[in-house]
């Protein structure tokens, strides 16, 4: 008879480099898995083909399964996230979160946490991304930011190289649920890993106000560039003209007219309230929202970031300003 098998045919780990490779398995479902061996807390599981079935209670607030590492720790340095293909096979709507655990996780410290809502039936990816703590020797050198380079965070998040766990559970249920797990991966380039001596590291923002060290489709690379990207701009404005019955505010040229103040304003009309343009037209805003033509930002004590910032007595110094 064959000895009993780890639990969850955990795949075999295997370092990979950071050069954006296939996605790594890191948990697969099959006979010979053992579910009696899987932690589940106000939970019963069972394996259907290649996946495993979560049936959650609602007595426990945070019902579900944990996945150790087979061999106490995977290494996901070379990736940007963990995902799973995740089924909700149950007859109400779930919403089913995964957390990837450091040790000493506990929900907010050590642990970065995705999820998604599931409708009966329907089946999504859930991602979890890796985010990653600023390494210390950049953090008195990198300030006044609003995000970090690489998705690194000066607060939480987890060091990739040493992930222990994987959490899939339901929040407070108010009702049993059950969902299927398949396809638990790695996946994902990770970011480059920024140089921490200065002399390579800064400048980190080029004279086009873009990130130095990374390249993307559509980066500005010479000022040749900008012409080709108005040019474009200007052929795609041709091919898709606005709406007909739309004024030059967006506002609802064939509407109703209210009274025109110059000003945009809301009013009451027919028992609803609207946005009323500048011509006394309805309009309806969806989307981004407050776009100016402008965007400050610090430079005490960060001219070294900047590769080529305008020169007092050129034409861009202008644009120089003081702050509170």
Same mark, same amino acid.
């Given at each position: ?39 589940? *807390?106000? @939970?019963?599981?069972?394996?259907? &083909? ?8 609602? !007595? ?11 061999? +106490? ?16 096979? =149950? ?12 040790? $000493? @996780? ?40 609003? $995000?970090?380079? +690489? &998705?690194?965070?000066?607060? +939480? +998040? ?12 339901? @929040? ?5 649920? *059950? ?14 890993? %920024? ?5 390579? %590291? ?6 086009? /106000? ?7 489709? &559509? ?9 080709? !990207?108005?040019? @474009?701009?200007?052929?795609? %404005? ?11 505010? =967006? ?28 011509? /006394?037209? %309805?309009?309806?805003?969806? $989307?981004?929202?407050?776009? *100016? ?28 300003? *003081?702050?509170?």
């Amino acid at each position: 008879m064959l000895p009993r098998v780890l639990a969850l045919c955990f795949a075999t780990v295997v370092s990979a480099a950071l050069d954006g490779r296939a996605d790594q398995t890191l948990i697969t479902f099959g006979e010979r898995t053992d579910v009696a061996s899987i932690d589940a *807390r106000d @939970a019963k599981v069972r394996v259907r &083909g290649k996946g495993l079935e979560v049936a959650t209670g609602r !007595r426990e607030p945070w019902p579900g399964i944990t996945l150790k590492a087979p061999a +106490g720790h995977w290494d996901l340095t070379a990736f940007e996230h963990v995902a799973a293909d995740v089924k909700n096979v =149950g007859p109400h709507s779930v919403e089913v979160s995964c957390r990837v655990d450091n040790p $000493g @996780a506990d929900g907010v410290k050590n642990c970065v946490t995705g999820r998604i809502r599931l409708e009966p039936g329907e089946q999504k990816t859930l991602v979890v991304p890796l985010t990653r703590r600023m390494p210390a020797e950049l953090r008195s050198k990198l300030f006044g930011m609003r $995000g970090y380079p +690489g &998705g690194w965070v000066e607060n +939480g +998040g987890i060091d990739p190289a040493k992930i222990n766990q994987l959490l899939f559970f339901v @929040a407070r249920p108010t009702q049993e649920h *059950r969902f299927e797990i398949t396809n638990v991966r790695a996946a994902g380039s990770a970011p480059a890993v %920024l140089p921490v001596d200065d002399a390579k %590291l800064f400048p980190l923002i080029d004279a086009f /106000g873009q990130f130095v060290h990374k390249d993307w489709p &559509g980066k500005i690379h010479s000022a040749e560039d900008f012409a080709a !990207r108005e040019k @474009a701009e200007t052929a795609d %404005l041709a091919a898709h003209p606005g709406p007909p019955d739309w004024n030059e505010y =967006g506002g609802w040229r064939a509407g109703p007219l209210l009274k025109a103040t110059g000003r945009f304003r809301t009013e009451k009309h027919q028992g609803r309230w609207w946005l009323v343009d500048r011509q /006394g037209r %309805l309009f309806w805003s969806h $989307g981004i929202d407050c776009v *100016r033509m402008e965007n400050i930002t610090p430079i005490t004590d960060r001219r070294h970031w900047f590769a080529d910032l305008p020169a007092k007595d050129s034409p861009l110094a202008a644009f120089y300003g *003081r702050g509170y």
